[in-house]
């Protein structure tokens, strides 16, 4: 009743009543987010242990949680235990904050036979139950010790396959002991080249109570000779950690196991077989076109991607796709670009063709045989070739030159309305000359002091008033400066129809020849700066020249002739 009353008496402003309606929400959201259940893991040392053997139990939860929470009068019937030792902490990593609560229990069983530690509740959490081998004595465990929890398995995805045909062959650990200066040793066998593909794969987990790491390893095994072969597993060594590292009382023993080996039928090529020999089970070629296009002007680029892609294929082992081009086209290549995906080994190779002539060019086909080791049979992929109607271009085409330089190089402004007339009598003509001329003279003073302010400013708050589209040089110096060799190419050819007897075209065209040939090539040294740099001077003087031809047409007064 009170609080209603000074709600009542109080005039809250409506910014007030929004902040307390906002306060209300965020308390209420706060308090009604569901909490997630933690995650809760029992662990033992030792599964097979003696009566009265001393082994250590481990119970973690994924949050902090009350120390006194966890109940252990469940191992009261058939396992005596200590004092828990417990620990939490919480820690702030990549702006993730992680929890943790482990208690660390001794544990030892009371008389021989096969028990189960059960499982403890923690809040909403629960662990496994863990079963455990009680012999006689601690004694006898460690006269007949137990196998170490380490095991080493292999699978390959084939046992028979052609000469130069891969496959995969695939590795997995399971660790369940403590060790040192571990080691997985390659497979292999007479004829065979072996090659680790990628990175090791590794992921903890939790069998009936122990701790497992496991290991996955791939390869990529290459038949060099037929007949059959004997390929040896992976091995696996490495010391056993034994002993109780509380007293400092520990002893390594060393460790070795292979996995099993497995036989391989190698067969021989055809001898019908034809062409270049790629064994494998699936072959992809692909191409794309851009633009995709089948008419075009003379000088106009259009690049060809060709996509190459294997199965369970060696990179060396990929041919080389050349292709026969007509001498009216001038071919630029990108090197090669290899990758691997889902067993699979690729190569993609780019083409910057440019027609050089008029007329109906035909562009080349591909076709690859190859050996389809899954039917026992050649196949033929092809990708098809292309024909383009080519033509010579349009040389009165000025869409991308700036208004000024649309003109001819000859015109002349001129004014038919001038009139001149004959001054006879001075009067108070030169008086008013005088005039003038003081006024000319001021006005040069004032526009020289202008000039002399503008040139204070910075030049982009000029040029940002005034957008013009670039010229064929200006064109060829930004593509130059922005490494983009086919706009290079493609500016080049405006200027050229514009400009086709111009002093400068040799020096020009050998320039850009340098610089494509250069962009194209396998080379990359610093020779490529050199032919950049020399380039660049050519458009720059060029640019140079054009700017003052167009400043004079623009700026020039007919001459006044008197009649």
Not at 88 to 97: C, I, K, Q, R
Request: proline share 6%; net charge neutral.
């Amino acid at each position: 009743m009170i609080i209603n009353s000074m709600f009542n008496n109080y005039q809250y402003s409506s910014l007030c009543q929004h902040w307390l309606k906002g306060l209300f929400l965020s308390w209420l959201f706060a308090f009604s987010t569901p909490s997630f259940a933690a995650q809760a893991v029992a662990t033992v040392s030792k599964n097979i242990v003696g009566v009265n053997e001393v082994f250590q139990l481990t119970i973690n939860v994924d949050d902090n949680v009350n120390t006194n929470a966890l109940d252990l009068s469940n191992l009261d019937v058939h396992f005596n235990y200590g004092t828990p030792s417990v620990s939490s902490g919480t820690s702030f990593v990549n702006g993730v904050v992680t929890r943790q609560t482990e208690w660390k229990i001794a544990v030892a069983a009371k008389e021989v036979g096969e028990f189960t530690i059960p499982s403890f509740r923690l809040g909403a959490s629960q662990t496994d139950p863990i079963k455990m081998t009680v012999l006689k004595s601690a004694n006898k465990s460690a006269s007949s010790p137990s196998k170490p929890e380490i095991k080493i398995d292999a699978e390959s995805n084939k046992d028979q396959l052609y000469v130069g045909e891969s496959f995969r062959y695939t590795v997995r650990i399971r660790i369940g002991e403590q060790m040192s200066q571990a080691a997985l040793q390659a497979p292999s066998g007479d004829g065979l080249n072996v090659r680790q593909i990628g990175e090791d794969r590794q992921v903890e987990t939790v069998l009936n109570g122990r701790r497992y790491l496991i290991i996955t390893r791939d390869y990529q095994i290459t038949a060099n000779n037929a007949g059959d072969i004997l390929l040896r597993g992976a091995k696996f060594t490495g010391n056993l950690i034994k002993g109780n590292r509380g007293f400092g009382s520990t002893l390594q023993i060393p460790f070795e196991q292979q996995a099993d080996d497995l036989s391989l039928s190698v067969l021989a090529k055809p001898a019908d077989y034809k062409g270049l020999w790629l064994p494998t089970e699936a072959l992809e070629l692909e191409q794309q076109w851009q633009p995709d296009v089948q008419e075009m002007e003379v000088g106009e680029p259009i690049s060809r991607t060709i996509t190459l892609r294997i199965k369970n294929a060696e990179q060396s082992s990929l041919p080389n796709l050349n292709l026969q081009y007509p001498n009216s086209v001038r071919v630029y290549n990108e090197n090669p670009v290899y990758g691997s995906d889902n067993e699979f080994t690729s190569m993609t190779i780019k083409q910057v063709i440019i027609p050089r002539q008029a007329g109906e060019i035909s562009l080349p086909a591909l076709s690859i045989n190859w050996w389809n080791t899954a039917t026992s049979k050649q196949e033929t992929s092809n990708i098809d070739g292309l024909t383009l109607s080519v033509l010579p271009g349009d040389p009165n085409s000025q869409a991308f030159l700036p208004p000024q330089v649309l003109q001819p190089e000859n015109a002349v402004p001129t004014d038919n309305n001038v009139q001149t007339e004959i001054i006879r009598d001075s009067g108070w003509w030169p008086w008013l000359s005088l005039c003038l001329a003081i006024l000319w003279l001021t006005t040069l003073i004032l526009l020289f002091i202008e000039k002399y302010k503008r040139k204070q400013q910075p030049r982009n708050l000029i040029s940002a008033q005034v957008k013009q589209p670039l010229s064929p040089v200006e064109g060829m110096i930004q593509a130059l400066d922005q490494d983009q060799p086919i706009q290079l190419q493609s500016y080049f050819q405006q200027w050229l129809k514009h400009s086709p007897n111009h002093p400068q075209h040799d020096e020009l065209h050998k320039a850009i020849q340098n610089v494509m040939q250069c962009a194209y090539s396998k080379d990359k040294s610093q020779k490529k700066e050199t032919i950049k740099r020399d380039a660049l001077l050519i458009m720059q003087e060029l640019n140079k020249t054009t700017i003052r031809d167009v400043n004079a047409k623009s700026s020039a007064l007919e001459p006044i002739t008197p009649q």
